[in-house]
């Protein structure tokens, strides 16, 4: 059994909904898929998440809630009127808005939860409605019947009966449609993961029915080994291990969600990256082992929005305790971190910057000083993560100075290197003004002339 994961672009309208459809029935074995909103239909397009969330907004704040509903029904009109199916379908979208929106508003990260996952929700409702139409017998089936998360306040995540729950579907006979991006705790509350979450939602089911693969389809043939949109025709991933892909989705690589790796992760279950408008493409496959290549490095990502809180202290190597008590500080404010390089005197901790505000760092940068005692405390803001990632590293000397070689010829100051315990990946910390220079410099180093993976 294959499940299949269909991204926003691939359900975005009439059209795409049809290839996917297409896709589905060209393999009898895609048994279950997992769908997100309708996202963008063109570069400048809204994804209707955005505009749920624009909804979930007027709502809380008086705003025009008739106009926001009014926007989000036409694109689902827009939808149905393509594939031919009742119009009564978008009266029956409207109805749920306005209950949603009608709901509990006293805890709002739960009153928006609930008007975002609607998104894929009606969704997976009309999608299973088409592919019954077009003769493909489907089934829409909720997350109520089994997708079990924890309660807030933790980030969200899927509890093991979630997967015992899900396991049942394996049996049914029908297509499953099943929504991507939320789930139901205990309680019965609805909580939706980050943003791009599908992915998760196809990952967790995969798991849960013991699938053969994961097939999640995007809008790209494969993974590239950079940025296409900084490096000039950079070279296609065939095969990446989930190590690799989970390093480089860490830092910018946004094809696929870094916590959509685990689920299939544990159960070794490969996963297929494959374009809903070029399904012939063999795409990149993510697996849990690989052959060397005649590369040491897989891929480079980079990312912005990091800051470094950078403390120093006389002797600070000596004094027993002080690297659990900074990083209690941290905790404190409920922020985590990303790296923490050190010396003898000093520490950095480098972090994403969208969790600081300005109060943040004034009570952080107190309280290291009058606590810890230390000599200097203080914040810098604008750097980058530049990620240079591949199995191959561990057998290979001489790339972290061929890196920092090719760093510093653009003239950039590498301002922190992490090497992590696993050898398969080097992080250099730099100011984001730099960044698409080094990037661009880091692949010609390892990906000028060299062999394809
Ligand atoms: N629709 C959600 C988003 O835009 C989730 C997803 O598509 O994966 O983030």
């Known amino acids: 059994m294959i499940v299949c994961k269909f991204g926003g672009t691939s359900v975005a309208s009439a059209e795409q909904i049809k290839k996917v459809a297409n896709i589905v029935k060209s393999n009898p074995e895609r048994k279950i898929v997992a769908v997100s909103a309708p996202g963008k239909r063109s570069g400048d397009d809204i994804k209707v998440t955005d505009l749920l969330i624009e909804l979930a907004d007027a709502a809380l704040n008086n705003g025009n809630v ?3 509903i009014h926007t989000v029904v036409s694109r689902y009109q827009a939808i149905a009127e393509g594939l031919g199916l009742d119009q009564l379908i978008c009266d029956v979208i409207a109805q749920d808005l306005r209950g949603r929106v009608a709901g509990d508003q006293s805890n709002h990260e739960l009153f928006i939860d609930n008007l975002k996952a609607s998104g894929e929700d009606n969704n997976a409702k009309l999608i299973a409605a088409y592919f019954n139409l077009a003769g493909l017998p489907a089934k829409y089936v909720s997350p109520k019947d089994g997708l079990i998360l924890n309660d807030l306040p933790e980030r969200t995540y899927a509890l093991p009966e979630a997967y015992e729950n899900l396991s049942k579907l394996a049996d049914e006979k029908e297509i499953i449609i099943f929504p991507g991006f939320f789930g139901y705790t205990k309680d019965g509350v609805l909580r939706t993961f980050d943003r791009g979450g599908s992915d998760i939602t196809g990952s967790i089911l995969a798991s849960a029915v013991g699938a053969k693969l994961y097939e999640n389809f995007t809008d790209v043939d494969c993974v590239f080994a950079a940025n296409p949109k900084v490096v000039n025709d950079p070279v296609e991933i065939k095969e990446i291990t989930y190590r690799e892909m989970r390093e480089l989705s860490y830092a910018g690589f946004s094809v696929f969600h870094d916590e959509a790796l685990m689920p299939v992760y544990k159960q070794g279950i490969p996963v297929n990256i494959k374009n809903t408008n070029n399904p012939s493409a063999p795409g990149t496959r993510i697996v849990p082992t690989r052959p060397a290549t005649g590369r040491p490095v897989t891929g480079i990502s980079a990312d912005g929005g990091f800051s470094i809180l950078y403390v120093s202290k006389y002797l600070m190597n000596r004094e027993v305790g002080f690297g659990r008590r900074l990083l209690q500080i941290i905790e404190e404010e ?18 994403r910057s969208n969790q600081l505000t300005p109060e943040i760092e004034e009570r952080i940068v107190r309280r290291v000083r009058e606590e810890l005692y230390a000599d200097d405390v203080h914040f810098r803001h604008d750097f980058s993560m530049i990620v240079i990632v591949g199995e191959g590293m561990r057998n290979n000397t001489g790339l972290a100075a061929r890196a920092a070689t090719a760093i510093s010829a653009t003239g950039a100051n590498i301002e922190m290197i992490n090497q992590g315990s696993s050898e398969v990946s080097l992080v250099f910390g730099v100011r984001s003004e730099f ?11 390892f990906f000028a002339a060299v062999p394809s993976a």
């Open 334 to 351: 409920n922020i985590s971190y990303e790296h923490t390089p050190s010396g003898l005197d000093d520490i950095s901790v480098i972090m």
């Open 435 to 445: 960044e698409n220079q080094i990037l661009k410099a880091l692949y010609s180093e």
């Open 66 to 68: 008739e106009e926001k």
